[in-house]
Nanobody, 117 residues
Framework: QVQLVESGGGLVQPGGSLSLSCTASGITFKIYAMGWYRQAPGNQREKVAVWFDGGQTIFGNSVKGRCTISRDNSKNSVNLQMNNLKPEDTGVYYC???????????WGKGTPVNVSS
């Protein structure tokens, strides 16, 4: 059974930094993509940053230039670093895994991030 466990959320002041980590267990397949999405109250879930097999990374428009994503293959984990946080970065951040050969994807339960003074 695939489980994604996120950590690192919490309260952050505007202009501050945040580091989120996601560790996957129960992975028996090749991973095509692993990344982070977020959902603010009343909004749709949106992409934050995604790492693809091969090393390519993509970022949501609202976080470009403020965000990095890194993957640790040995630990099946992906880490997100965000800087210069803004109140609009507030939301629940979800880890996502897309298998290479399955028509499905997996989600973590989410970790809340609140950017507020």
């Amino acid at each position: 059974q695939v489980q994604l466990v996120e950590s690192g959320g919490g309260l952050v002041q505007p202009g501050g930094s945040l580091s989120l980590s996601c560790t996957a267990s129960g992975i028996t397949f090749k991973i095509y993509a692993m990344g982070w999405y977020r959902q603010a109250p009343g909004n749709q879930r949106e992409k934050v940053a995604v790492w693809f097999d091969g090393g390519q990374t993509i970022f949501g428009n609202s976080v470009k230039g403020r965000c990095t994503i890194s993957r640790d293959n040995s630990k099946n984990s992906v880490n997100l670093q965000m800087n210069n946080l803004k109140p609009e970065d507030t939301g629940v951040y979800y880890c996502n895994v897309v298998p290479a050969m399955e028509l499905t994807q997996y989600w973590g339960k989410g970790t809340p991030v609140n950017v507020s003074s």
